[in-house]
């Protein structure tokens, strides 16, 4: 069972993490039906919670892996729909965006949720993630950097070695590998520091792998559009 295998790789990366007293606790049942907590039985039959926060943030450092490792236990069993693997062979989450919509070669952007979806021409959803995106204020240029939002195409694309030619201010060369922009200097890129909440000066981060996927497989320029929202 595809789901088996996957709860197997997550605990072999995870072993060391979630052996931790600092972040498990014995739980009840009920505890595991909170959205907070991500929960497993450990090799003494024990109930296990542990912080959804906690378990995310590790799990993206090995998204670069295409090993994606956020796990749902509703009751006593993780849910058979939450997992699936693609063609591609990536382990991928439905993060609880709609399977369906009824526009074709689309990535919605969430910033309220920090995920991305890409569906395509068919409006059926193919690849999701995690994404991290503009904050309320950088002390740097002295503003507000939340992303634009809307609905936008992308107008080009770069590869790996795309860096920026703003940030650092002064200097540029941030690293953005696979970015695409949408609006004037605003792009999806990739990046090694996707936390849980939004932290760029405006452009929308996510792991170098989602953003190498994006632009080499699913974006084409001047017609792929991205709809952003918080």
């Known amino acids: 069972m595809k789901l088996k295998r996957y709860l197997v790789a997550f605990l072999a990366v995870f072993l060391a993490f979630l052996t931790s007293p600092s972040f498990a606790f014995k739980s009840s049942k009920s505890k595991c039906n909170s959205p ?74 969430d910033l309220g949720q920090l995920t991305w979806g890409a569906y395509d021409d068919g409006g059926n959803l193919v690849r999701s993630g995690h994404v991290s995106g503009g904050k309320k204020y950088c002390p740097d240029i002295g503003r507000s950097c939340r992303t634009v939002t809307g609905t ?55 792991s170098p792998s989602d953003a190498e996927w994006l632009n080499l497989e699913f974006v084409r320029v001047g017609s792929t559009r991205v709809n952003i929202k918080y």
């Open 152 to 206: 936008f195409t992308i107008y080009t694309k770069k590869g790996e070695d795309c860096k920026s030619k703003i940030f650092p201010v002064g200097k540029g060369g941030a690293p953005m590998p696979y970015c695409m922009f949408f609006r004037g200097g605003y792009a999806l890129h990739g990046s090694n520091a996707v936390p849980d909440y939004n932290a760029s000066h405006g452009c929308v981060r996510m």
């Open 36 to 109: 907070n907590y991500i929960c497993v039985v450990n090799a003494n039959g024990e109930l296990l919670a542990f912080p959804r926060s906690y378990v995310r943030q590790n799990a993206y450092k090995n998204r670069q892996q295409n090993v994606y490792t956020q796990f749902h236990q509703r009751h006593e069993n993780f849910g058979a729909d939450d997992d699936y693997e693609d063609e591609g062979g990536h382990f991928s989450h439905d993060y609880n965006l709609p399977s369906k919509i009824s526009s074709g070669n689309i990535i919605n952007v």
